[in-house]
């Protein structure tokens, strides 16, 4: 990596003995309980780079260290990769050690550098994939979460939250198993997608034999030209009437736990949702925009004039018809009177086999201080959702995200703190 004047770092070596105990390496130089590639990059030794000072200049970089994870209220970057793994250890040390190790790694990869240093031995693997060497940061931030099925595969059921619960079936699912539920989560969000699906890859590289992947989708955003709302690919706009990301008092109301070892962190709802491009494409724009409540165009709710216009939900025309179909979406998400923080990416997977339409929608992201706020506006939108004519759920998954880490500490510190 090459300094600026302006930058100043500290190398902290390792030792060998703490870098024997990370890799987990017997005295005589072997990988223990580590087999194939997995083992090998266990084996390799890094260094650890950590600013000495908060003001570090770096190409598009977002900050690891806070009061809360990176790639919550971080501005929306254009490109998702999102893991679901299922956990393979069952000691609780064993998943404390990872999040150690991952903590500095993490920081290097939202720093723009190589996870690990390149090494000049051409006989074993290099401990970076290195698809992402010369790329600088790309404004990547990685947020990681805790599943249900955690605490009772590591037996702390006592510490679990009484709202991290897995969410109910709701009208018009038709999830696949494949594509539910897990024990952890990365996301990975990037205004490149190769350095999205870098810092993913070889964070779970790393992890071979403690993690698995379970389900994982890549996903991506397109902004307008001028500063504005990126539209999903039923050509609307898609995160109208989110929170203020600079709005503290409000994130406090909609976003952040404020009590137990979660504090300072969030609740992620993830939800893979096929839309149906075949038929929408054969829909009028008029039932389009009934579909969703607002024009196309301007993304403006009906009976207004601009995306941002409030509305009354109740309110009707000299008819006495509601200006707002009841079926529409922003009807019915409006009247739930839940909010939620939505930071969705759309998504095309190839073709459905044996149909040829397009495997393409959206991977739903939403965070919550409390589950229950989505599963409010998913109960409101029910049956009568309009948009339920054009989409169907195919995964779901719901995680605790962490509090953020200060320096000196490590990912999910306060959930270990706890036992």
Known sequence: MTESNNEKWINKKISRYEMLKLTGIGAAGIAIGASGLGGVIKAMSYNVFEPVADSIIARNKVDFYGKHQSGIVTPVQKNIYFASLNVLVTSKKELQELFKQWTPLVVRLMNGELMVDLTNNIRIPTGDTGEAEGLDG??????????????????????????????????????????????????????DPQVAFHAIRNLIRLASGKVEIKWSQAGFNSFPAEEGTPRNLFAFKDGTVNPSITDGKDLNKVVWVDKGWLKGGSYLVARKIQMHLETWDRTSLKDQEATFGRYRDSGAPFGKTKEFDDFDVEAKDSKGDYIMPNTSHVHLARKSGARILRRSYSYVSGVISNTGAHDAGLIFISFQKDPAQFTTVQKSLGRMDKMNEYITHRGSAVFACFPGVQKGSYLGEALFNAL
């Open 138 to 191: 790309s404004n990547l931030s990685i947020t990681i979460g805790i599943g249900p099925s955690l605490f009772e595969k590591l037996g702390i059921q006592h510490l679990k939250p009484n709202e991290l619960q897995d969410l109910p079936h709701f009208p018009k699912d038709q999830l696949q198993q494949e594509l539910t539920g897990g024990d952890l989560c990365i996301q990975a969000c990037a205004d």
